[in-house]
Structure formats: structure tokens, C-alpha cells
């Protein structure tokens, strides 16, 4: 049996939005798929600009309205909401992670002796950092495609470079404002997410019992159903016997009359 969901000690109207659910979800339409995918990007991205966009303390940071990257991230944690790509290990994790290398590496060219040099070895630096990325993430278990653009747009973007280190919070935050975009809208009429750290683990097989004379209980395994057409061609089959021309059913008959003819012999 798989381990109990944690979730599954709170209540119920709790639980329910943080994707606990005590059986399989039901199969819903494509149209219903649509409208609430529809409805969480809009509210996601929506909700991310409002509070950088809006919000005094950001705008004197000078940091971007959205970062890009999210658009695509959208897709997944609001249309694809089952696959492990879309969960917020990888949500949060890949984010995070793509920011950091995207940044490390842009302060490592920053070292080069002019703004001249650095400016011509960025694309470097944002190829660097999206393949490493990549990596970290496999290694990690975090793997979240858009992620990848998190960390070029560390090297490449203008206003991603500007703000620095500032880069690793405002990622957060839009991670965070993500997921709780999703947890509320998907939760509405389908389960988000799957699993939050760790995919639960497939059922275990039972166990053979041991009987008390040493052997194992064996189990009974099912009997392939017998191909009709097969033992009809087989029945039907013909061999040479005496220069006639013998069938497998009288075959058979000539076989017990052959031995019923045979004399027993004494002990």
C-alpha cells in the first residue's frame, strides 16, 4: 500500500484546496479543461503585474512588470496542471534555481575588464546559464521548462540585469503568486497538484507466505483462454500413416484400439 497523504489528517473544506482528494478525481470534459485554464492564466498573470506594476516599493526598485518567463510557466501550472513538470517542487524549485545560475554567471562576466568585453561575451553568458541550468535542474529533480528562460533572461535582459540579486526574490514572490493563483482556480472543479514534493509511490506487490514446512504459497495465476481456431486446426491436422492419409482425431482412435488389441504380458 502507498504511505498516507499527509493532507489527509486535516479537514476536508482544507485539504481540498491544497489537491488532497481521497479518490481518483472524475474525468471532466475538454470544454470545462478549457474554461478553468482559461481562467487561472488570466488570473495569474494578472494578479503577478498587479503587484509589481502597482505596488511603490517595487516600482522604486525598478523591477520589471513580469518576468517573461512566466507566460510559459502559465501553461503548464493552469493547463497542464497534472503533469510533474507543472508541480510546485518544480514550480518554485527550477524558478529559483535558473534565476541563481542566471546571475551567477552574469556577475562572473561582469568581472571582465570593460563594459566592451562584457557586452560582447553576454550571449556566453546566457547560454552558459540556461544549459547549466538545465543540468541543476535534472540533478535536482526540479526540471520546469521555463525555468530555462528565467536564467537567460539573468544575461540578456536589460532590466532583469539592472536589479542584480534582486532577481532571486522577485522570483519567489511570482512563483508564490502563481501557485496560489492555481491553488484556488484548479481546485474549483478539478485537483491541483498532483503531488507536492514527491510523486506517490506505486502499491506493493504482497508478499509470498511462507508455510510452515518451508515451502511458498504459491498464487494461483489465471489460464490463457484457449484458441478455438487453433485446436480446430490442430484436430484437423493430417498425417501419412500406411500410405493413407490419417486425421488427429482418428488417429487418436486408432491408438486405443492398437493398445486395447495388445496382449498383457505376465509380471
Avoid at 481540498?16 to 482559461?38: C, E, N, Q, V
Avoid at 541563481?100 to 552558459?128: C, D, M, N, Y
Avoid at 544549459?131 to 520546469?144: E, F, N, P, W
Wanted: glycine share 8%.
Amino acid at each position: 500500500m502507498s504511505p498516507p497523504n499527509t493532507l489527509a489528517h486535516f479537514p476536508r473544506w482544507f485539504s481540498h484546496w491544497f489537491g488532497y482528494r481521497a479518490g481518483p478525481p472524475p474525468k471532466h470534459p475538454d470544454y470545462l479543461i478549457w474554461f478553468w485554464s482559461w481562467i487561472g492564466a488570466f488570473c495569474g498573470i494578472s494578479v503577478i503585474q498587479a503587484v509589481f506594476e502597482q505596488a511603490k516599493y517595487f516600482v522604486k526598485k525598478g523591477v520589471p512588470t513580469i518576468i517573461a518567463s512566466y507566460g510559459a510557466s502559465a501553461v503548464l501550472i493552469y493547463g497542464a496542471i497534472e503533469a510533474p513538470l507543472a508541480q510546485p517542487r518544480a514550480l518554485f524549485g527550477g524558478h529559483f534555481l535558473g534565476a541563481l545560475i542566471g546571475v551567477i554567471f552574469t556577475k562572473l562576466f561582469h568581472l571582465l575588464p570593460t563594459e566592451e568585453h562584457f557586452q560582447r561575451l553576454r550571449w556566453l553568458a546566457g547560454s552558459l546559464s540556461c544549459a547549466t541550468a538545465l543540468v541543476v535542474m535534472q540533478m535536482t529533480g526540479t526540471t520546469h521548462p521555463p525555468a530555462g528562460a528565467t536564467a537567460l533572461l539573468a544575461a540578456v535582459d536589460d532590466d532583469v540585469l539592472a536589479i542584480g540579486w534582486y532577481y532571486l526574490p522577485v522570483v519567489l514572490l511570482s512563483s508564490a503568486l502563481a501557485l496560489g493563483v492555481a491553488l484556488l482556480v484548479n481546485n474549483i472543479q478539478r485537483r491541483y497538484p498532483v503531488f507536492w514534493f514527491y510523486p506517490a509511490p506505486p502499491p506493493l506487490a504482497p508478499a509470498a507466505k511462507q508455510m510452515p514446512n518451508g515451502m511458498i504459497e504459491s498464487k494461483r495465476v489465471p489460464v490463457p483462454a484457449i484458441d478455438a481456431d487453433h485446436e480446430m486446426a490442430s484436430a484437423t491436422t493430417t498425417t501419412v500413416e500406411g500410405g493413407e492419409i490419417v486425421s488427429r482425431a482418428e488417429e487418436s482412435v486408432l491408438g486405443n484400439r492398437r493398445s486395447s488389441r495388445e496382449p498383457i504380458l505376465p509380471v
